[in-house]
């Protein structure tokens, strides 16, 4: 078997922690495993390079950025090479270069283009754990990218698929994938497995456990992923796409508490405007979120719709200097998205009313609703999340024993 293994900053915070990543390796590799080892920078190491970089520079160069960057998940691989050859295992350490890992030019958010795997191949064919470093590529001017925050998982996915490799273990702090933030839903539940589909509309919603790309592309490349904790035994979610497994009606509740509504009342109500408003801002590189135009009475009508918080003013600016349709605009800061996930919605009419229903009872008043095809999203005053977050696990049952 070819397996990858990654694991984040926390599993590789210390040595302790290095040493117990070798020892979960080397088990696997004694097995007669081909085994290759994606690393994150140690703990919260590329937190302290953005302060260093901040610190130099208020505004610092992308460029400049991705170099230092590399050097948090280059020491990890190093490090760790050292520790398995202490062990009295060959191993060895390749950075993106050395790879070498293709990726698009933008840097701090470049996409994997294509991983040439005859080095890595080589390497294993000399019976080595090969460690690789995380988050990282080479752009076609031999400069170093990476991949955005959280890229690692990115990184794994992406050799287990060059490598087709048999399994791709994304290790991480927790048991793995829970119906929600077990810290603020006591009663959240370990799922045994979770389609890719849903997986994705939970990591898109922030719930952290996986960057959304690498689920994209898991489940463009058929790589069945298994999350599991490194600091104990238990056997983690399983990710992928499986038709025959049973669809949950819904899988998991959370909460994105980086939310802004920002409301336009009184707009023509006439064909063009919401064009010329959502333009203005795409122009801006602004995202939005969840839309919402109320019916036109008296020929006027209104929209609200959501943005980042962090993009809130700046979205406020750009209405106020491009887009003078209307006569007068709202902001609203306090304010969180709570979402219900499920492949299993899909078929069944009533989810979404049950979970309104389950607001209703805690008295929780809804602002916006949005929903696709596997999710329904409410956005409610941000002092309710963590109640409405419970009252919905509770009313779906999330945390019994189904
Ligand atoms: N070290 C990078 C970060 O902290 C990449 C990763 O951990 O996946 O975002
Ligand atoms: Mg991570």
């Known amino acids: 078997m070819l397996i990858v293994k990654k694991f984040g900053g926390t ?13 979960r390796c080397i088990e696997d590799y004694k097995k007669g495993n081909d085994v290759v080892v994606v690393l994150s920078a140690m ?6 390079l953005i302060d260093m970089a901040k610190d130099m520079n208020p505004n610092p160069p992308k460029r400049e950025m991705d170099m230092l ?10 490090l760790m090479g050292m520790v398995m050859n202490n062990l009295g295992v060959p191993a060895i350490s390749l950075n993106a ?4 890992m293709h990726t698009t ?3 701090g958010n470049a996409r994997i283009k294509r991983i040439d795997s005859e080095r890595i191949r080589h390497e294993l064919d000399q019976k080595k754990i090969v460690i690789v470093t995380g988050f990282q590529g080479i752009n076609k001017f031999d400069d170093y990218t990476t991949l955005g925050r959280g890229g690692s998982d990115t990184t794994a996915v992406a050799l287990a698929a060059a490598l087709n ?3 791709c273990e994304i290790y991480t702090d927790v048991d793995g994938v829970y119906t929600a933030d077990p810290r603020k839903v006591p009663s959240a539940r370990k799922l045994n497995q979770i389609t890719y589909d849903e997986m994705l509309e939970l990591a898109t919603l922030g719930a952290g456990v996986l960057h959304n790309r690498s689920v994209e592309l898991a489940k463009k490349q058929g790589v069945q992923l298994v999350v599991r904790s490194s600091l104990n035994t238990s056997e983690g979610t399983i990710v992928k796409e499986d038709a025959k497994m049973e669809k949950m009606l819904v899988s998991g509740v959370a909460a994105d508490k980086d939310a802004a509504r920002i ?3 009184g707009l023509k109500d006439e064909p063009g405007v919401a064009f010329r408003l959502f333009n203005h801002l795409a122009r801006h590189n602004i995202n939005v979120d969840m839309i919402l135009q109320s019916v ?17 003013d700046e979205a406020v600016e750009i209405v106020e200097r491009h887009f003078h349709e209307y006569e007068k605009i709202d902001v609203e800061k306090n304010v969180a998205k709570v979402s219900i996930v499920g492949a299993g919605m899909m078929s069944n009419a009533g989810v979404a009313a049950k979970m309104f229903e389950a607001l209703y009872d805690e008295g929780i008043n809804i602002k916006m609703i949005s929903t696709s095809e596997i999710r329904v999203s409410v956005l409610i005053d941000e002092k309710y999340t963590e109640r409405a977050m419970n009252a919905v696990h509770d009313k779906f049952g999330l945390g019994d024993n189904r």
């Open 11 to 23: 599993s590789v915070a210390n040595k302790e922690r290095m040493y117990n990543v070798a020892n």
């Open 263 to 265: 409301a336009l009342i």
């Open 97 to 100: 270069f050395q790879v070498a």
């Open 165 to 167: 490799a048999d399994a």
């Open 105 to 107: 030019s933008v840097y």
């Open 296 to 312: 036109g009475r008296d020929s006027t009508k209104d929209i609200s719709f959501t943005v980042a918080v962090d993009n809130a």
């Open 43 to 48: 703990g919260k190491y590329t937190d302290e």
């Open 69 to 78: 960057f590399t050097i948090g998940e280059q020491m990890s691989v190093a």
